[in-house]
């Protein structure tokens, strides 16, 4: 299998050299070069296999570098009872009529992210040993991505994770998970300013190639194509529980920010799994949905980028995106270049609704979008506590409240349940007055001993800090 970019540089890559890099040289995203077609003989095999072992078939499909029997150990060691809660990794529970959620979030950190990330800790620990090489981690966090990572990587040889976020502006709950880490190859690094000074700061470091290369920086952001494949691994496994064979079709809603999970859905969809809909939800940050409904795709300014109460998905520039364009202007990378490159670049924004390519992202592609508020959010969240006596997160009622719009009888939606309630509390109290239930691994870790380090908002402050702390 070989992967290409979206912007037509003429080199072709295997698995383990994307593995560790980010953006093509180009400035393109990865993606293979075709997608592995999957037929229902192979459906049918599939359907009985547990968790690790799908996994294991699938990243085979993509992966030809890793000897088998060395994939099928990282799988079985990634997803275990222990790490992810249950037997079936993802249950699947239906919450009312042709209406399922799909947990996602009882992983380490109660996010999805936890789904892609453990895997690539195991995948980076791999193949660091593999080539006797060293990787320092540095990103950018408000939440869920750094505690994620954090929790993927503690431990791991090979890896340190150097993690900034804005001092003072994540959740109590969010901090703590990740300050309490006491691992000595995790870094926290709390910046006096916002989400953006941190972002800034891990770009002006990267874009210093001299550091880069001396200190080995790397990322773990969501458009690193390993990620992505994790996470087609449950849309087969959602499908396999939501269904009795394998001639029924099933939609996904999915609560949409950076267009990375939903993508995932895509490329399982273009592998042939029977999914009818895709239901991209987002909240008032609505670039997605706006796209979706118009042809229109227009990136928006971070002064017009809304704090919401689901702020994982407060996006203003959706960074998977790309990849689903390229297949919908049928990889054609002189006209993905022209919208992204050219009018992206000149006015922020690029026109789609002329071209028949935009009809196809309904029909051929099977997207769909919505929108939601606030208001609707915390309306879900009262209405699936008083009727199901189920509790959501901000962001899967986000999922819930698109999904219900865009219902069709006969055709199970499965809901992607993105976070638990207990890491956006705030939220839950707002909705119903009291605290959601907290698992009993995270009882009281907000008085546990933190490690975190205060620096001011200079990339030459944390380049410091990092030069220090390499050997
Ligand atoms: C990251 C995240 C999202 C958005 O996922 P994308 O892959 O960026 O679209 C939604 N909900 C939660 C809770 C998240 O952490």
């Known amino acids: 299998m070989n992967y290409l970019s979206t912007r037509g540089h003429p080199d072709r890559k295997r698995f383990c050299e994307i593995l560790l890099e980010g953006l093509a040289p180009d400035g393109g995203l990865y993606l293979p070069e075709a997608y592995p077609q999957v037929d229902t003989a192979t459906l049918a095999k599939w359907r009985a296999l547990p968790y690790a072992e799908l996994a294991f078939e699938i990243l ?9 029997a060395d994939l099928k150990a990282i799988c079985a060691k990634t997803y275990t009872a222990e790490v992810f809660g249950t037997d079936e990794i993802v249950p699947l529970r239906e ?3 042709g209406v399922y959620l799909e947990a996602l979030s009882n992983g380490p950190t109660l996010a999805f992210k936890d789904m892609a990330m453990q895997l690539l800790g195991n995948l980076f620990e791999y193949e660091l040993a593999r080539r006797g090489a060293e990787l320092n981690i540095l990103g950018a966090t408000s939440g869920d991505t750094g505690s994620a990572a954090e929790y993927a990587m503690r431990g791991k040889k090979g890896v340190r994770v150097f993690m900034t976020s804005p001092d003072g502006r994540m959740s109590p709950f969010q901090q703590a998970q990740m300050f309490s880490l006491q691992d000595e190859n995790i870094h926290n690094i ?26 080995r920086i790397g990322t773990v952001n969501s458009i690193n194509w390993a990620r992505l494949l994790a996470q087609v691994v449950y849309y087969f496994a959602g499908y396999f529980q939501a269904t009795a064979s394998n001639d ?7 609560p949409s920010g950076n267009f990375g999970n939903v993508c995932a859905g895509h490329v399982a969809r273009s592998m042939g799994l029977p999914i009818q809909t895709l239901v991209v939800a987002t909240n008032e940050n609505d670039v997605l949905d706006e796209f979706f409904r118009t ?58 609704s002329a071209d028949p390519a935009f009809k196809q992202a309904a029909e051929r592609f099977g997207f769909k979008s919505g929108r939601s508020t606030h208001a609707d959010r915390l309306a879900t969240i009262r209405d699936t506590d008083k009727r199901f006596a189920t509790l959501v997160d901000p962001h899967t009622a986000d999922g819930l409240k698109a999904a219900r719009e865009q219902l069709v009888p006969g ?61």
């Open 60 to 68: 085979s499909l993509y992966i030809d570098d890793i000897p088998p």
């Open 95 to 97: 919450l009312e009529d």
């Open 190 to 215: 709390a910046i006096t300013g916002v989400f953006d000074d941190c972002q800034d700061i891990v770009k002006a470091v990267s874009n210093d190639l001299g550091f880069k290369r001396k200190y």
């Open 248 to 254: 029924k079709p099933v939609s996904f809603t999915v």
């Open 295 to 352: 042809g229109v795709y227009r990136v928006r300014a971070a002064v017009d980028t809304h704090e919401t109460s689901s702020p994982s998905m407060d996006i203003s520039k959706a960074s998977n995106f790309e990849r689903f364009v390229f297949d919908l202007v049928g990889r054609d990378a002189a006209k993905l270049r022209k919208l992204f490159v050219d009018d992206l670049g000149l006015q922020g924004s690029f026109d789609l």
């Open 411 to 471: 055709v199970p939606m499965v809901v992607l349940e993105t976070a638990l309630p207990i890491k956006f509390a705030a939220t839950l109290v707002e909705a119903l007055g009291a605290e959601p239930a907290r698992p009993k691994k995270f009882e009281g870790i907000e008085a546990l001993p933190k490690r975190v380090v205060k620096l001011p908002a200079d990339a030459e402050a944390v380049k410091a800090y990092i030069a220090e702390n390499c050997d």
